[in-house]
């Protein structure tokens, strides 16, 4: 069973370009989140996704920032025109339907760096 | 949520047992006490977690206090891959998708 998997692993961009983050669950995850982890810092909540649907986007920039968990396909977190203080590593995690209080397992992340 | 504090960092010898502790003086009835690593430039792996009755679990044991203000995680034998940073979290049932991260103790185990 493979774990969670995002991808790109490190992405690069240029001030003002777009930044498109995948994650795919473990198989049989429903619900995704996202968290965002500063250069020697703790990770930060992002987002909850269940399918097509956003549950808590609540430590979400209100500008430039949104994801997506569609139907089919994996999530996506996108950032438009990134600037410098978005340089991060991403982190995706999956759960699977059921008890509230279930583990998130952690995919691998992707590190963005802004030039 | 209630917040924890840890050491920021520890060592332990390769071999030897690494507690690594953890206060939530202000956790509530309802509240989880998870505990989280993450080995440097990888995501965070879930280690264990407990209410107030004390866990074990192939890679770890988690001791709380009777009042639960304070736990324990406890790896038996450390060894060199345990090298990471440790984070104690407490995680409320009707919140409990959210993961709210601390700085967590960075544990260095020597050889």
């Known amino acids: 069973n493979a774990g969670v998997m995002q991808n790109p692993r490190h992405l690069v961009r240029r001030r003002g370009q777009e930044a498109r983050l995948r994650c795919s669950p473990m198989k049989g995850h429903s619900h995704v989140y996202w968290y965002r982890q500063l250069p020697e810092e703790g990770l930060k909540f992002m987002v909850y996704?269940?399918?097509?649907?956003?549950?808590?986007e609540s430590g979400m920039p209100k500008e430039r920032f949104s994801a997506e968990f569609p139907k089919e396909g994996p999530s996506i977190l996108r950032i438009q025109q990134v600037v410098r203080g978005d340089s991060a590593a991403y982190f995706c995690?999956?759960?699977?339907?059921?008890?509230?209080?279930?583990?998130?397992?952690f995919g691998p992340g992707t590190r963005l760096t802004v030039l | 949520d209630a917040k924890t504090t840890q050491p920021t960092s520890m060592d332990c010898a390769e071999g030897r047992a690494a507690n690594l502790p953890c206060n939530h003086s202000t956790i509530s009835g309802n509240e989880y006490v998870y505990w989280y690593r993450q080995i440097h430039s990888q995501g965070p792996q879930y280690i264990i977690h407990g209410l107030k009755n004390n866990e074990t679990n192939e890679m770890a044991s988690l001791i709380i206090t009777e009042d639960r203000k304070s736990s324990t995680l406890i790896l038996p034998h450390a060894t060199l891959r345990d090298t990471a940073v440790y984070y104690c979290i407490v995680r409320p049932m009707d919140s409990s998708y959210k993961l709210i991260f601390g700085s967590g103790t960075r544990l260095l185990v020597r050889p």
């Open positions: 995690a999956s759960s699977p339907e059921g008890l509230a209080y279930n583990e998130q397992f």
């Open positions: 996704l269940q399918k097509e649907n956003i549950i808590d």
